[in-house]
């Protein structure tokens, strides 16, 4: 979201979106889980459940940080996705239960940073099993290419960079924490998390998947007796 100028400069229009969007319908359409957190289940230590559908009580609580505003906001997707013109027509309808009219934005290039609107859909797909694939080149960095608002906290960017001097379970705690942290901040609304199904004989063993790059390691695996 758009964190520095219009509507979603304002944390409290943040948090409104956050609980009014309908993870579990957005996951129906994607194969995915619906997720809320700012890294992957595998990655955060004591991960939460999925999210539910919003309630009454949410969406109350979300027209309640409102104060009864009503708004345009611009919502920008890439042209080229029809599953993400599917999520942003389920965002529309979601963010009209709370008095908000999304205007749905085809664009060639959603990480175009020239093309502001006040929000975005896009995705992340890692290149490596490691938080440090994702938040500090999301969200702890100048490049407008995948940090198109500009989202800036010196608090959790200083803890994420101590987070990435550190290893193993230490490594995973720390970045949990930042994840968390940048969390209730909400520059993004987190939607679902996918991945890409793999099948194996039962008769496989040694199945490892390495933390350097995607996949499992062809090398590593053997025959069972």
């Known amino acids: 979201m758009n964190t ?35 890294l992957p289940t595998a990655l955060l230590t004591s ?10 009580a949410d969406l109350a609580r979300a027209r309640a940080l409102l104060r009864g505003r009503h708004a345009n906001v611009t919502l920008l997707f890439g042209s080229y996705s029809t599953l ?3 999520y942003a027509n389920i965002i529309r309808d979601d ?3 709370i008095g908000l009219h999304v205007i749905i934005r085809p664009v060639q290039d959603p990480y175009e940073p020239n093309m502001r609107g ?18 500090p080149v999301t969200l702890f960095t100048r ?3 995948t940090n198109p608002y500009g989202f800036h ?6 803890a994420d ?28 609304v987190v939607l679902d998390q996918r991945g890409t199904p793999a099948f194996f004989s039962a008769r496989l063993g040694c199945i490892h998947f390495p933390p350097a790059y995607a996949g499992v390691d062809l090398a590593a695996l053997c025959v069972r007796d």
């Open 47 to 56: 991960p939460s459940p999925p999210p539910t559908s919003p309630t009454a």
């Open 161 to 188: 960079d101590r987070a990435s001097q550190l290893t193993g379970a230490a490594r995973l705690r720390a970045f949990s924490a930042v994840a968390r942290g940048v969390h209730a901040l909400v520059p993004w």
């Open 84 to 86: 993400d013109k599917q």
């Open 4 to 38: 520095w100028r219009g509507l979603f400069a304002h944390l409290w229009a943040r948090k409104a979106v956050d609980l009014t969007v309908d993870r579990p319908a957005i996951a129906a359409l994607s194969g995915g889980v619906a997720a809320n957190q700012y």
């Open 95 to 97: 963010l009209a239960r």
């Open 143 to 145: 490049d407008p290419a």
């Open 118 to 135: 006040d929000m975005r859909i896009f995705g992340w797909q890692f290149d490596y099993w490691d938080p440090a694939d994702l938040l």
């Open 153 to 158: 906290s010196a608090r959790w960017e200083r």
